[in-house]
């Protein structure tokens, strides 16, 4: 839950209202949604203009309602989102969690359940749809700790999130639908990585494990899947006054290869 524990601090807080639809707009999206239980809750939002989150607290439990939208996606598969859901939880330590369909504000999704005596009761679910009129796929992210029949569950039923840039017009011409993301909040920013003067940074990675991986998921978007499109040749650390770059040689036929730098400053030497 460490994402969470981070995100909290940050956004604008809003009022919850017990037993009421709590709805805000947030960056170009419309999101609602509806609470149970006898608790007291804080709901806190925010955008970091490339996805927004929403973090619903009390004082024992929370919950994140995350999204993006992903241009140029095709919708993914139940069994793309079950993968997706199993590695969300093995970075956080869980191996116990099996995925299984669930409804999310009314369309198909999956959920992963763990109650493993590390984490406690913990719920993640994962749920994808296909926007014609953006060619794309707006993604949501559900990470809750509140007890299933205490509030988890008809937040899950009643979620609705809409993309509607007009929905908020003082944030949502900051939105670049373009730029690439990964695990919905990691964005590549800056250069084409030609040199470390042009290189791809790597923004939003919580540690080394966290950006490696959103490094090789840039390579496989623009280069196909390594062993078949292309093979890693070499790679190296480059330091440049208080910049660290991370340098990808690649092989993609036996007559062609290509240099690829990372800006890794933000995450280099973080563990997480």
Do not use: C
């Amino acid at each position: 839950m460490n994402r969470i524990l981070v995100l909290l601090a940050l956004g604008l807080l809003i009022s919850a209202t017990q037993g009421a639809t709590e709805q805000m707009n947030v960056g170009p999206y419309s999101i609602s949604f509806e609470l149970n239980g006898s608790d007291e809750y804080n709901i806190t939002a925010r955008d970091d203009f490339f996805h927004f989150d929403v973090i619903v607290s009390s004082e024992s439990v929370q919950a994140l309602i995350s999204g993006y939208l992903e241009p140029g996606s095709p919708i993914p598969d139940l069994g793309q989102e079950s993968r997706n859901i199993l590695d969300i939880l093995l970075d956080l330590g869980i191996t116990d969690a099996q995925p299984y369909v669930v409804d999310i504000g009314g369309r198909e999704g999956v959920m992963g359940v763990s109650n493993s005596s590390k984490s406690g009761m913990i719920f993640i679910a994962s749920s994808a749809e296909y926007l014609e009129e953006v060619n794309g796929t707006l993604n949501l992210e559900v990470i809750s700790a509140i007890p299933w029949e205490y509030g988890t569950k008809e937040m899950l039923e009643s979620l609705d999130v809409r993309y509607d840039p007009t929905s908020n017009p003082a944030t949502a011409e900051r939105w670049d639908p373009n730029i690439l993301l990964f695990r919905g909040y990691i964005a590549f920013t800056g250069g084409d990585g030609s040199s470390t003067m042009n290189a791809v940074e790597v923004q939003n990675a919580f540690g080394d494990r966290d950006g490696v991986a959103a490094e090789y998921y840039y390579l496989g978007k623009h280069f196909g899947q390594q062993g078949t499109n292309w093979d890693l040749e070499g790679q190296s650390l480059v330091t440049e006054g208080d910049r660290y770059y991370d340098k990808m040689d690649l092989n993609i036929t036996e007559a062609s290869s290509r240099t690829v730098y990372f800006d890794i400053t933000g995450f280099y030497g973080e563990i997480a």
